[in-house]
């Protein structure tokens, strides 16, 4: 009788296919296989972490430019706005010093005629002809009956706290017929009327329009006047030629 030990063939079949993997796993060959794929299954990944991460990046820069340049787009309008704000208001600035300047211009004459007319009127028997202004220097023209009332309005131009300066005055005497007094006749013969003593003066000053500006600090006649003067009642008095 035949007896077959199943059990150890399969253990022998079984342990066969073992040693042979074994076998190739344990060759050179194999190792090298292995490592290969192992290397290149890293490497793979490396790569593709580094293609992700640099597009991520690449993104993430693009974004950033993008909104810089909305910053840099909105900045430039801010500017342009600024710019033009400036404009407008550099040409209302020279607008206002234009009027500004108008004004003056304008009020320089009554200024002078009102400042010449208060200390004339501290004068009486001083005529005024004429006044001319050329920029900032004045020629008064007059006549009076006698010479200390010539002084006695130089003084109250001269004492005036800079508003007048530089006085200058010349005198020139002459002889009118005094039209007040009418001509009387007797015995057929006529008599003319008498001729008077006239004073002609020319009054060449500096005229400081600042300062007769402000209210505060205004120089007037009533309080610049040297002492013993009278005092300002009558209106100023201007020759009729």
Not at 82 to 91: R, W
Request: contains cysteine; glycine residues 6%.
């Amino acid at each position: 009788m035949i007896k077959i030990n199943l059990l150890d063939s399969v253990t022998e079949r079984h342990g066969g296919a073992a040693v042979a993997v074994e076998r190739k796993m344990s060759s050179p060959t194999s190792k090298l296989v292995l490592m290969a794929v192992a290397v290149g299954f890293l490497m793979a990944a490396v790569i593709g972490w580094d293609v992700i991460s640099s597009n991520m990046a690449k993104t993430a820069a693009e974004t950033e430019l993008a909104e810089q340049q909305r910053i840099a787009s909105e900045l430039e309008a801010v500017m342009k706005e600024q710019t033009e704000l400036q404009a407008k208001i550099n040409n209302i600035d020279a607008r206002i010093n234009a009027i500004k300047k108008l004004r003056d211009s304008q009020a320089g004459p009554s200024a002078v005629l009102d400042s010449l007319r208060e200390r004339a009127g501290m004068v009486p028997g001083l005529y005024l002809v004429s006044v001319e202004q050329t920029a900032d220097q004045l020629v008064i023209k007059g006549n009076s009956p006698n010479e200390d009332t010539v002084t006695q309005f130089g003084r109250s131009l001269e004492f005036s706290n800079g508003l007048f300066s530089n006085l200058n005055i010349e005198f020139q005497r002459k002889e009118e017929t005094n039209q007040a007094v009418v001509p009387t006749s007797s015995a057929g013969v006529t008599r003319e009327a008498p001729k008077v003593a006239v004073l002609d003066f020319t009054i060449k000053c500096a005229y400081t329009a600042s300062k007769a500006a402000a209210k505060d600090g205004q120089t007037t006649a009533a309080n610049t006047a040297p002492a013993g003067a009278p005092a300002a009642a009558a209106p100023p008095q201007v020759a009729k030629n």
